[in-house]
């Protein structure tokens, strides 16, 4: 057996997913949602509830508690744990973690939650979510201009790592300098398993507006603006095949082996990628999640010109494209909840009593504040006054994808296959119109958590050397899902127009 174990850290839960090189089976997987199973921490979407829509915090411990107890799922399948010979894992992006000192020496009594809440110098995490960095952003917009993005790959972004350290930095001076540590997500989660500090790799990293990829190493200048002495805080940034460290003793308790190698973290859209196979030209992933994002393998370094979209390492090598839709999986949701119907109703009878194009019905579906396009202030528009059920579902599933396809006009390469995962990647409806509003081919992959089956691979890549390419044949073959419609493409391509126009005049 070669058992490589991939853990997924993500906003609304934690998954793990087991591979076996030999065999090419997923031998095992396990979930743990926090809003059903760690009801103790008040997050039912994944963060704090406060007031203020524009501040998304979550408490740290959550995610070690869903660790655990995602490991202990795993156990209970009755997989070997004790032959898994690798770990390596993803984390949502751009949240951040401030702790005041080392890891200590983990004793066998006590879950980590309550050996780990000490050593936090900030008792919650910013995550992706949160929008409350907006003056900061313009701050380093002042400071750096176009700089910035030309050597981050982004622009200053209120969710990504460096404004949120800043803004943290100017609100709790003393708490920041007590601070001698900050870790993404991603990286805090590899040194809870390894109880020791791990680096940070270039995937996520990118996603800080700290790093710079051209000579990947934290930009001294920008990170110095960003809050003094930051540089001494961050771990090293690395690359996708270092080795973090080895697994603590106390994992023992879920029956794996102490010592076993355990692979630098990335972020979940990276890791995504590499778990949905996307390495060769013209073929990007749609992952349906939390938010919705495309992302696509870039040949060379080049930016949105738009703003909108970013550039991140590739955990497989150069530089990946990344475009983040923040109004997901949640605005279907509640368009699902005030029409009282099902998932089933989406893909059967709102597809069926509507004709694709929806007579022109668009909708922009912020909920939440958006990322691509900024928008801060939640709102939904709407460019008609009524709409049935079936029409107002066709109108966001449309409107989303009508989005996705504006955005990415800026990578510039024919996108000729769409590789689909996450929730939303089940669903027919989703499916045949991101075939016909891309005019590309659809496909999916066997599991929906690519971002831990992504860090399967990659924990077998780094610790066994097999070539990523290689791994990708065996487990994300693509399964033809839906093919392009000519007779919609004239359609659907008035109907990105009008939906430029739509989204200008909101910008506005
Ligand atoms: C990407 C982003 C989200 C998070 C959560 O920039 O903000 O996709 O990674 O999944």
């Known amino acids: ?37 760690l009801p103790q921490y008040d997050s039912p979407a994944g963060f704090l509830p406060v007031p203020d829509a524009l501040v998304r915090h979550a408490d740290p411990m959550m995610w070690v508690d869903g660790l655990e107890l995602a490991l202990e799922r795993l156990q209970s399948t009755g997989v070997d744990m004790g032959a898994i010979k690798g770990i390596a894992g993803t984390g949502q992006q751009h949240g951040s973690v401030y702790l005041a000192g080392a890891f200590p020496a983990y004793s066998g009594n006590a879950p980590l939650s309550t050996q780990l809440r000490s050593i936090l110098s900030r008792p919650t995490s910013p995550i992706w979510m949160d929008r409350s960095t907006h003056a900061v952003c313009r701050e380093l917009d002042e400071k750096f201009g176009s700089q910035l993005i030309e050597r981050t790959g982004s622009p200053a972004v209120e969710r990504f790592t460096g404004p949120q350290i800043r803004k943290f930095f100017l609100t709790e001076p003393e708490a920041y300098k007590r601070t001698c540590r900050i870790h993404l997500v991603s990286s805090f ?16 990293g990118a996603g800080m507006d700290l790093l710079d990829l051209h000579s990947l190493s934290w930009d001294k200048e920008i990170t110095e603006f960003t809050a003094p002495g930051l540089l001494e805080k961050l771990p090293p940034a690395v690359s996708g095949k270092h080795i973090a460290g080895e697994l603590a003793d106390y994992f023992a308790r879920f029956g794996m082996k102490p010592g076993i190698p355990v692979a630098v973290w990335t972020g979940d859209n990276p890791g995504s990628l590499v778990g949905t196979g996307c390495f060769a030209p013209g073929v990007a992933g749609l992952s349906f999640g939390t938010s919705d994002t495309l992302f696509a393998p870039m040949k060379k370094f080049h930016t949105d010109p738009e703003h909108c979209g970013h550039v991140f390492g590739n955990p497989a090598g150069g530089f990946m494209s990344l475009i983040c839709f923040s109004n997901g999986s949640l605005a279907r949701e509640k368009i699902k909840e005030q029409y009282q119907v099902s998932w089933e109703y989406f893909d059967g009878a709102a597809m069926t009593e509507t004709t694709p194009g929806n007579n022109g019905k668009l909708m922009l579906p912020y909920f939440e504040a958006e990322s691509t396009p900024a928008v801060l202030k939640p709102g939904v528009v709407r460019n008609y006054k009524t709409a049935s059920a079936a029409e107002e579902i066709r109108a966001i599933l449309e409107s989303q994808m009508l989005s996705m396809r504006l955005h990415s006009l800026w990578l510039g390469e024919e996108i000729h296959t769409l590789r689909l995962t996450g929730g939303g990647s089940q669903s027919a409806a989703i499916r045949q119109i991101a075939a016909d509003v891309f005019g590309a081919d659809v496909e999916t992959i066997q599991v929906t958590n690519s971002a831990g089956l992504g860090s399967a691979m990659r924990a077998a890549n780094a610790v066994a050397g097999v070539p990523l390419e290689e791994l990708a044949k065996t487990f994300c073959a693509g399964t033809p899902a839906a093919s392009p419609r ?9 109907l990105l127009d009008r939906y430029r126009e739509l989204e200008k005049t909101v910008l506005r």
Request: with cysteine.
């Open 1 to 37: 057996m070669g058992l490589y174990l991939g853990i997924d850290v993500s906003t609304q839960g934690v998954k793990c997913i087991v591979i076996d090189i030999h065999s090419g089976k997923i031998t095992a997987e396990s979930s743990v949602n926090y809003g059903k199973d």
């Open 189 to 204: 989660m590899a040194s809870v398993l390894c109880g020791k500090d791990a680096p940070i790799d270039y995937g996520d």
């Open 486 to 494: 000519r007779e919609y493409a004239a359609c659907y391509s008035e």
